[in-house]
Nanobody, 128 residues
Framework: VQLQASGGGLVQPGGSLRLSCAASGFRSDSYEIGWFRQAPGKEREGVAC????????FYAESVKGRFTISRDNAKNMLYLEMNSLKPEDTAVYYC??????????????????????WGQGTLVTVSS
């Protein structure tokens, strides 16, 4: 069971990045899957989540209108398109999957403790 995230890097404010996450070893199309992030000294927080079918997407208020989550179940891939990046978006981004928690609960404080599957993080730095 594995989630492998990639695509992080250094970008200037206002720039864009696309994160990818490859799922393997489990039926990802039966899981809700998404992204969390953790900035230095802060708790891990939900960023975006997509339903198992891909039909519904959910976002943290801080990224609505700037980030877009998508998935390709045929390829077992998850993506996060990040536009209009701000310095406060700087964090380690983690892809995650869960079969039990409803997607809307992914944005509750502390919910990361209950997420079933984690990928390794990829660092996104937004700085001039």
């Amino acid at each position: 069971v594995q989630l492998q995230a990639s695509g992080g890097g250094l970008v200037q404010p206002g720039g864009s990045l696309r994160l990818s996450c490859a799922a393997s070893g489990f039926r990802s199309d039966s899981y809700e899957i998404g992204w969390f992030r953790q900035a230095p000294g802060k708790e891990r927080e939900g960023v975006a989540c997509i339903s198992s079918s891909g039909g519904r997407t959910f976002y943290a208020e801080s990224v609505k209108g700037r980030f877009t989550i998508s998935r390709d179940n045929a390829k077992n891939m998850l993506y996060l398109e990040m536009n209009s990046l701000k310095p406060e978006d700087t964090a380690v981004y983690y892809c995650a999957a869960d079969q039990s928690l409803h997607a809307t609960s992914w944005f509750s404080k502390g919910v990361h403790r209950y997420i079933e599957i984690w990928g390794q993080g990829t660092l996104v730095t937004v700085s001039s």
